[in-house]
Structure formats: C-alpha cells, structure tokens
C-alpha cells in the first residue's frame, strides 16, 4: 500500500527521503516513477543490492549505523551519510573518500532522545567535534545534523527534543567552523512526527511506513 508522493507536496521546502529498507525493488520503483529521487536505506548490504538494480540518478541516503568496514563499499556513490556518531567513523569516511577522490557528504547524527539506545554524539561533544575541524582541514562535507526523537504519543516530549536539535545546528552554524552554503541541513521527522520536526525547523524528513506501509 503505497502513499501518492503528492501528499507530501505541501514539504516541497524541505528534502523528503522515502526510507525504503525492507521493502523491495518494485516499491522503489514505483515511488521512484512518481518523481522520487531520494531513498533512504539502513543497511549497507541491502542498499548495495538495491543501488545495483535501481537508476543512477537515485540519490541515496545511509540513515542506520554504519560500522567502520563498510564505508568502503557506499563511498563511491551515496548521496548522503546521516548517521556519522563518531570521531573514529568520520576518519574512515575521510580516508575512503581520500583512496577515490570523492568528497563524501555527512551528517553529524545527535542523541537527543531521552532512551539510552539511540545513537549519537552527545550535545557536550560538539566542542570535542568542532576542535577536530579546526585542527586540519578535513576532506569531507559536512552538511548538518540529524537526530531521531523518543518513541512516544507526548509530543511535547519530542518538540522538546526537535527544539534541541535545532539549537545544537544553530550553535554549530554560529562557530563559523563550516561552510554555510554547506552546512545548512537539519534532519530529523520520520513518519509519525515529520509534521512537528518541519514545524521544528527540519528541511530534510526521512519517512518510510507512512509511503511505503507497515513492515
Ligand atoms: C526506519 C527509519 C526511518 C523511517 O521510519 P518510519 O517511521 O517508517 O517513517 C527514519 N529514520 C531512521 C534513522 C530510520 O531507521
């Protein structure tokens, strides 16, 4: 059961990635022929075997955790890595866009909801994060944050987590370590709250069952 992507044209503002893991090629390719150019994944090894078989103009996104070994096997053609949560993670993706000459795109991934297992850097990090960008330069884009909310019905709890997203971007912005043409991306809404995180100030929703149904 697929959603018409035109639902979502009221968020023509901000970036919708459609989170297509688990479900297969035929679903992609039928919100892909709706106009859809970016998909969002979690697993390396199912985006591989999808990026295989779909065009080339898909523009792909890593939204899950990405261990260290596989940022070898996305470097030469993903779109965007949302879920860097590391110092260590962001030196593997640098020295594999070094090895191929390509200048990979990031995200830095935030904790900011209030259960333990969600990952990210911790908002007292951002010093730690900044220090290392102004130690050297760094080959790599650094295009935002992203960050995942509680699973909860309290929507004050997850405005409040939003809220803190936002103000960990604008802290970062204000540091004047990135460039601004390039750090402009605040990810963060998925199905059930892409709503309030756009009221949040999100300008990319990463929204996978409420267009590609349950999984
Ligand atoms: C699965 C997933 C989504 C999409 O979740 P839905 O609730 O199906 O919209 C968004 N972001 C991340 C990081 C995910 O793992």
Not at 123 to 128: A, F, L, M
Not at 180 to 195: H, L, T, V
Request: aromatic content about 10%; charged content about 25%.
């Amino acid at each position: 059961m697929y959603k018409e992507i035109s639902t979502f044209a009221a968020y023509h503002n901000v970036t919708l990635v459609a989170v297509s893991k688990t479900k297969p090629v035929e679903d992609i390719k039928n919100i892909y022929n709706q106009g859809q150019r970016h998909f969002g994944e979690n697993k390396v090894q199912e985006l591989l075997s999808k990026q295989e078989v779909l065009p080339n103009d898909v523009k792909w996104h890593l939204i899950g955790t990405l261990q260290r070994n596989k940022v070898k096997y996305i470097a030469p053609f993903v779109h965007l890595i949302h879920s860097c949560e590391s110092i260590d993670l962001l030196d593997t993706i640098i020295k594999e866009g070094n090895k191929i000459d390509r200048k990979l795109s990031i995200l830095l991934q935030f904790h900011i909801a209030s259960e333990e297992t969600k990952h990210g850097f911790e908002e007292s990090e951002i010093d730690t994060i900044l220090d290392y960008f102004k130690a050297s330069e760094r080959f790599v884009n650094v295009c935002g944050v992203m960050g995942m909310a509680s699973f909860t019905d309290d929507q004050s709890i997850v405005k409040q987590e939003f809220t803190n997203l936002q103000n960990i971007f604008t802290r970062v912005h204000e540091s004047k370590v990135f460039d601004p043409s390039i750090f402009k991306e605040i990810s963060m809404g998925m199905s059930g709250d892409y709503k309030l995180a756009v009221d949040c100030g999100s300008t990319m929703i990463r929204v996978g069952s409420a267009i590609f149904g349950g999984r």
